[in-house]
């Protein structure tokens, strides 16, 4: 894997609170992690800089280049924890690409719930995560973040590849991060929705857009997604499912 590299600023700024891509149509790839030891004893793991993944997950990493082959990728985002390092490694090298390394894209920091599995904190992670996507950011996670800290580092890096200027951006990432923000910012899925689905190790989320018009899903899990033109339109209600 190429060595990552830090930027010292967002990318393609032209003023304060500008892109030169803010109405740029883009395709951002959302990439869950491969899996790690942690996952697999359905632990909230969020810390730095979290465990590396176990052999399947290494196997899934390496699957990632085939699985996104048809994607012209020109830019590849990963967060500050390892795994995601690990599991961008095979994307990577396949495409010549030296990862931007951001700390906004880390998991949604699990707080006093850190390393716990019972149903309880589980319950409470995920009830409060999801609660942010439906505009309860005032919510805090017990020891954590709020909803208004999570979505501004995750929107300030999602806003900085889109002003990148590139077509098709991926960005590898965390479970519970990836579907809050999704949650909160697609306007074709509902947050009950989101909840109920999801995502596997290594994952894909695939969204078009931009910071300016807004994002919607195009694909969950290589499952199409329907547009429905009025968002109350879209998937069914449930209950969250695990996440770290």
């Not at 697999?40 to 290494?58: C, N, Q, S, W, Y």
Request: charge should be negative.
């Amino acid at each position: 894997m190429p060595a990552a590299r830090q930027l010292s600023g967002p990318i393609g700024r032209v003023g304060p609170g500008l892109s030169v891509c803010d109405n740029r149509r883009v395709r951002l790839i959302l990439i869950r992690h491969g899996q790690t030891p942690s996952n697999v004893a359905h632990l909230l793991d969020t810390g730095r800089p979290g465990p590396g993944l176990t052999e399947l997950g290494l196997e899934q990493a390496a699957a990632l280049p085939e699985a996104l082959a048809d994607e012209n990728i020109e830019v590849l985002f990963v967060s500050t924890l390892v795994r995601t390092h690990l599991t961008a490694a095979p994307l990577a090298a396949a495409r010549g690409l030296e990862p931007v390394v951001r700390d906004g894209l880390r998991e949604v920091v699990a707080g006093d719930l850190e390393m716990l599995s019972d149903h309880e904190s589980v319950t409470t992670y995920l009830t409060t995560v999801f609660g942010w996507s439906a505009g309860r950011t005032a919510l805090r996670m017990p020891g954590g973040e709020d909803g208004t800290e999570f979505l501004g580092r995750y929107d300030a890096v999602i806003d900085e590849a889109a002003a990148t200027g590139a077509g098709t951006v991926a960005v590898v990432s965390h479970g519970a991060a990836i579907r809050a923000w999704v949650a909160a910012r697609a306007v074709n899925v509902e947050v009950e929705w989101a909840a109920e689905h999801a995502l596997s190790n290594t994952g894909i989320v695939t969204l078009e857009g931009s910071p300016a018009d807004g994002w919607k899903v195009v694909t969950w899990e290589g499952q199409a997604v329907d547009l429905p033109e009025d968002p109350a339109d879209s998937g069914p209600t449930g209950q969250p499912l695990d996440e770290d």
